[in-house]
């Protein structure tokens, strides 16, 4: 009998393992979705760089490549890290407010206020750091202009919410362009997440004028009682628009978030060469644009040789 049992066993392990409809991972039940925030972090060199200049300044003190540069620039290097997990937490903690704020279990970034349908890469991390990454939503492309000096053309993310979320659709009976716009009824379709979106990019256009933009960008996988139902009529509105329906036997809807898989979509990173020791901007910002060559070696400290 105890080897008839086991015989079941294995049989019922092999059926389940290779059932089509089995999954042991809960994994495909997440989705992953951006979210951008004003960048916290005051970028500043290491109190151990400050020591080495104050040396390298001093015509009296001896400073040589590997006692004082090289330690100096790992210390920095280690500023740069705690700086990217900072700006990890910084960003639990901003969706975790959200939520607070809502205080009916859900997210306003799930579904998103923002319609992301065209980067459609999200999923891919190797490409979702190009796609998602906030100075690129704003040129998604939406539904096209029917009329005009437009004709042809489509319209971007950014169009679409400096107008209030209204966006190109099909001509008027006199033969003008027509715009519709998001059901305002419908939570993600809000007036003031228009305006508030308008603030990021007001901050990130002004910001780029002296420095990389302080606005920053993540991913996290999120769950939720509502099964998504895409519209793909390849508008902005459409996606806003979409209908959710609730799982069988769920009445309150949720949403959660799976916090330890938080990623900031491009983290910043020191100059790989062991001669440099960059300042602010670092040789790769933080899911910021560098709009030259010298902007990202800008305040750099070179190494200097004492033999």
Known sequence: MATFNGGRMVALFLCMLFAPNVSFAQEETWETVAFYMVDPIDEQLAPEVLEYIDKWKDPLTWVTFERDFTPARKWQIDQVTQDNLDRIEAAKAFLREDLRNRGDGTSSWYPSWIPLGAAKDVEDPAKARKDSLFKNILFLEGRTY??????????????????????????????????????????RCRKEFYEHFRNLVEIHDASLALSPSRI????????????????????????LDEQARAEPGIETEYADFNWDSVQLLQRAAMDPDPYVIDSAPYWQPAAKTVSSTETSSWGRIKATFAD
């Open 216 to 239: 920053i960008s993540f991913t996290i996988k999120v769950k939720s009682s509502r099964i998504r139902t895409p519209d793909e009529g390849g508008g902005f509105v459409d996606e």
């Open 146 to 187: 029917d009329t005009g000096a437009r004709i042809g053309q489509a319209q971007t993310l950014r169009e679409f919410f400096e107008l209030d979320g209204d966006e190109p659709f099909g001509l008027t009976a006199s033969g003008t362009q027509n715009f519709r716009s998001c059901d305002e009824r419908k939570r």
